[in-house]
C-alpha cells in the first residue's frame, strides 16, 4: 500500500529512511509548538487553545501534503505571519487593533483565495508579476521583525523615551537565560545540527527550570507536574466566523487579507521550490512536478488553521532537514504530521515555555530568514531603494503590512525614475493603487 501510494522505489528510498526524515523534520519543526501560543497569545488568545489548534492544523495539513501531492514538506502555522496576525493586525498592540477572531476571518478568506488561484492557474501570472527583489526584501523584512521581537520579548532590548530602544538590564535572570539560549542556539547552528532551533529551545528550558529549582529569580521556567496530560482545553474551532462582520468593516480589510495571502503565496512557493530543488522535481523550465497540488494542500492546511483557531498554515523550510536525511516522499510528511498528533499529549510542558525560552528561538529564525538579503541586487539603485525601505519600514512602522505597501511604492517611483516604466506589471500598478487608498484612509 505504501509502495503504490508514495512510489518508494521509484523515488529511490525506503519505508525506515522516510520514517527517519519525517521524525527529523518534526524535531526541526518542533519549536513552532512552543512559540506560535506564545506569539497569538498576545492578542488575548488561550497559550493552551492555540497549543492544541497548532498541533492539530500542523498534523492534518502535513498528512494531506503527503498524500495528495506526495511531498516530502511538512506543515504548521508560519512563522513570520504569526508575528503579522499578533502584532500587526489583532489584539491591543496590534496596529489596527482587530479582534483575534477578525483575524481568523482574514487567515480563512486569505486561504480561500489561495485555494482559487491554485486550481485556475491564476497563480503562475502573480509569481511572474512580483519582482523577485521585493519578494526576497519581504522575507529579509518579516527576519528582522521577528528578531526585533525576539529581542524585545527577551528584554534584552527595552523601551526608551530618549532614545527610543535601548539595551535592557543583562542582570536580569530572564534576559541572562535568554542570552544564554541565544548563544547556545547559535552555536548549534554553527556545527550544523540537525533541528538545531528545537534542540536550543530545549537546552535554554532545561537549564531555565534549574536556575528556577536554585531559586535564582523570578519568571523563569518552571518544573512541569506531569508530561502527559488526556485534559484538553479544546481549540476555538471556528470562532472566525464571528469576525467576518469586524473584518469586512475595517477599511484595512483589503490589505489585512492581501498580506496574508502575500506572505503565505510566496513563503510556500520559496520552500517548495528549495525542497524541490533538493530532490530533483524541478524541471529544465523551472517548473515543478505536481506544483498545484502542493499549493492545494498548502491552501487547505491554511483553511483548516483557521477552523482550528489559528494564523496562516504554511509550508515550512525546515522540511529541507528531513530532506537532507533521506526524505524522498510525502511519506515523510505524514510521519510528521502523525508526530504533531501525538505532540497534543504533552501540553504539560507548556510550563517551561516562558518568553526566555522562545525568545532565542525567533532571533535564530530571523537570522535563517535575513539571509535572503544577500540574493538582492543592490548595484541597482531602484531595486536598493524599494529593498531597503520595506525592511526598515517594517521595524520602524512594527507592522509587516506597512512595509509591504511602502517598499512597493517606493519600487514603482524609483523606476519610473529610471526610465524603467515598462518593467512595472500590472498587478504592481494595482497594488500600488490599494496601498494608497489604505494609507488614505488610515
Same mark, same amino acid.
Given at each position: 500500500?505504501?509502495?503504490?501510494?508514495?512510489?518508494?522505489?521509484?523515488?529511490?528510498?525506503?519505508?525506515?529512511?522516510?520514517?527517519?526524515?519525517?521524525?527529523?523534520?518534526?524535531?526541526?519543526?518542533?519549536?513552532?509548538?512552543?512559540?506560535?501560543?506564545?506569539?497569538?497569545?498576545?492578542? *488575548?488568545?488561550?497559550?493552551?487553545?492555540?497549543?492544541?489548534?497548532?498541533?492539530?492544523?500542523?498534523?492534518?495539513?502535513?498528512?494531506?501534503?503527503?498524500?495528495?501531492?506526495?511531498?516530502?514538506?511538512?506543515?504548521?502555522?508560519?512563522?513570520?505571519?504569526?508575528?503579522?496576525?499578533?502584532?500587526?493586525?489583532?489584539?491591543?498592540?496590534?496596529?489596527? *487593533?482587530?479582534?483575534?477572531?477578525?483575524?481568523?476571518?482574514?487567515?480563512?478568506?486569505? *486561504?480561500?483565495?489561495?485555494?482559487?488561484?491554485?486550481?485556475?492557474?491564476?497563480?503562475?501570472?502573480?509569481?511572474?508579476?512580483?519582482?523577485?527583489?521585493?519578494?526576497?526584501?519581504?522575507?529579509?523584512?518579516?527576519?528582522?521583525?521577528?528578531?526585533?521581537?525576539?529581542?524585545?520579548?527577551?528584554?534584552?532590548?527595552?523601551?526608551?523615551?530618549?532614545?527610543?530602544?535601548?539595551?535592557?538590564?543583562?542582570?536580569?535572570?530572564?534576559?541572562?537565560?535568554?542570552?544564554?539560549?541565544?548563544?547556545?542556539?547559535?552555536?548549534? &547552528?554553527?556545527?550544523?545540527?540537525?533541528?538545531?532551533?528545537?534542540?536550543?529551545? &530545549?537546552?535554554?528550558?532545561?537549564?531555565?527550570?534549574?536556575?528556577?529549582?536554585?531559586?535564582?529569580?523570578?519568571?523563569?521556567?518552571?518544573?512541569?507536574?506531569?508530561?502527559?496530560?488526556?485534559?484538553?482545553?479544546?481549540?476555538?474551532?471556528?470562532?472566525?466566523?464571528?469576525?467576518?462582520?469586524?473584518?469586512?468593516?475595517?477599511?484595512?480589510?483589503?490589505?489585512?487579507?492581501?498580506?496574508?495571502?502575500?506572505?503565505?503565496?510566496?513563503?510556500?512557493? *520559496?520552500?517548495?521550490?528549495?525542497?524541490?530543488?533538493?530532490?530533483?522535481?524541478?524541471?529544465?523550465?523551472?517548473?515543478?512536478?505536481?506544483?498545484?497540488?502542493?499549493?492545494?494542500?498548502?491552501?487547505?492546511?491554511?483553511?483548516?488553521?483557521?477552523?482550528?483557531?489559528?494564523?496562516?498554515?504554511?509550508?515550512?523550510?525546515?522540511?529541507?532537514?528531513?530532506?537532507?536525511?533521506?526524505?524522498?516522499?510525502?511519506?515523510?510528511?505524514?510521519?510528521?504530521?502523525?508526530?504533531?498528533?501525538?505532540?497534543?499529549?504533552?501540553?504539560? &510542558?507548556?510550563?517551561?515555555?516562558?518568553?526566555?525560552?522562545?525568545?532565542?528561538?525567533?532571533?535564530?529564525?530571523?537570522?535563517?530568514?535575513?539571509?535572503?538579503?544577500?540574493?538582492?541586487?543592490?548595484?541597482?539603485?531602484?531595486?536598493?531603494?524599494?529593498?531597503?525601505?520595506?525592511?526598515?519600514?517594517?521595524?520602524?512602522?512594527?507592522?509587516?503590512?506597512?512595509?509591504?505597501?511602502?517598499?512597493?511604492?517606493?519600487?514603482?517611483?524609483?523606476?519610473?525614475?529610471?526610465?524603467?516604466?515598462?518593467?512595472?506589471?500590472?498587478?504592481?500598478?494595482?497594488?500600488?493603487?490599494?496601498?494608497?487608498?489604505?494609507?488614505?484612509?488610515?
Amino acid at each position: 500500500m505504501l509502495e503504490k501510494l508514495f512510489k518508494l522505489q521509484e523515488k529511490k528510498t525506503n519505508v525506515k529512511t522516510e520514517i527517519i526524515a519525517g521524525t527529523t523534520t518534526f524535531l526541526a519543526m518542533a519549536y513552532i509548538l512552543f512559540v506560535n501560543p506564545d506569539i497569538l497569545s498576545a492578542t *488575548g488568545m488561550s497559550f493552551q487553545s492555540v497549543f492544541l489548534a497548532t498541533a492539530i492544523s500542523a498534523g492534518i495539513a502535513s498528512i494531506i501534503m503527503g498524500i495528495v501531492a506526495n511531498y516530502p514538506v511538512a506543515l504548521a502555522p508560519g512563522m513570520g505571519v504569526n508575528a503579522l496576525f499578533a502584532f500587526t493586525v489583532c489584539g491591543p498592540i496590534g496596529v489596527m *487593533g482587530l479582534s483575534w477572531q477578525a483575524g481568523l476571518a482574514a487567515v480563512f478568506v486569505s *486561504g480561500i483565495i489561495f485555494l482559487l488561484i491554485s486550481v485556475t492557474g491564476i497563480r503562475k501570472v502573480i509569481i511572474n508579476s512580483i519582482p523577485k527583489n521585493m519578494k526576497l526584501a519581504i522575507g529579509a523584512g518579516i527576519g528582522f521583525f521577528i528578531a526585533f521581537i525576539g529581542f524585545k520579548n527577551a528584554g534584552i532590548i527595552v523601551a526608551s523615551e530618549a532614545t527610543f530602544v535601548a539595551l535592557g538590564n543583562l542582570k536580569e535572570p530572564t534576559v541572562l537565560l535568554a542570552v544564554f539560549g541565544l548563544l547556545l542556539t547559535i552555536l548549534l &547552528l554553527t556545527k550544523k545540527v540537525n533541528a538545531a532551533v528545537f534542540w536550543g529551545l &530545549l537546552g535554554t528550558a532545561i537549564v531555565g527550570v534549574v536556575m528556577s529549582l536554585c531559586g535564582l529569580g523570578v519568571g523563569l521556567p518552571t518544573l512541569p507536574t506531569s508530561v502527559i496530560s488526556f485534559d484538553f482545553e479544546m481549540p476555538t474551532f471556528m470562532a472566525f466566523t464571528s469576525g467576518f462582520k469586524e473584518l469586512f468593516s475595517s477599511p484595512a480589510a483589503i490589505v489585512i487579507i492581501f498580506s496574508f495571502l502575500f506572505v503565505d503565496f510566496f513563503d510556500t512557493a *520559496g520552500t517548495l521550490v528549495a525542497v524541490g530543488n533538493d530532490i530533483g522535481l524541478v524541471n529544465e523550465e523551472g517548473e515543478m512536478e505536481n506544483i498545484e497540488k502542493a499549493l492545494l494542500s498548502d491552501s487547505v492546511g491554511t483553511i483548516v488553521g483557521s477552523m482550528m483557531g489559528t494564523s496562516t498554515v504554511t509550508s515550512f523550510v525546515e522540511s529541507g532537514s528531513g530532506v537532507a536525511a533521506g526524505g524522498r516522499t510525502g511519506l515523510t510528511a505524514c510521519v510528521t504530521g502523525l508526530l504533531f498528533f501525538l505532540s497534543v499529549f504533552f501540553s504539560p &510542558l507548556l510550563s517551561v515555555v516562558t518568553s526566555a525560552v522562545t525568545a532565542p528561538a525567533l532571533i535564530t529564525v530571523g537570522i535563517l530568514m535575513v539571509q535572503q538579503v544577500r540574493d538582492i541586487e543592490w548595484s541597482d539603485v531602484s531595486v536598493a531603494a524599494s529593498a531597503f525601505v520595506t525592511i526598515i519600514m517594517m521595524l520602524l512602522c512594527y507592522s509587516i503590512s506597512d512595509g509591504i505597501a511602502f517598499g512597493f511604492i517606493v519600487y514603482t517611483l524609483a523606476n519610473i525614475g529610471a526610465g524603467k516604466t515598462k518593467d512595472i506589471k500590472t498587478i504592481v500598478w494595482i497594488l500600488d493603487i490599494i496601498f494608497i487608498i489604505y494609507f488614505i484612509s488610515k
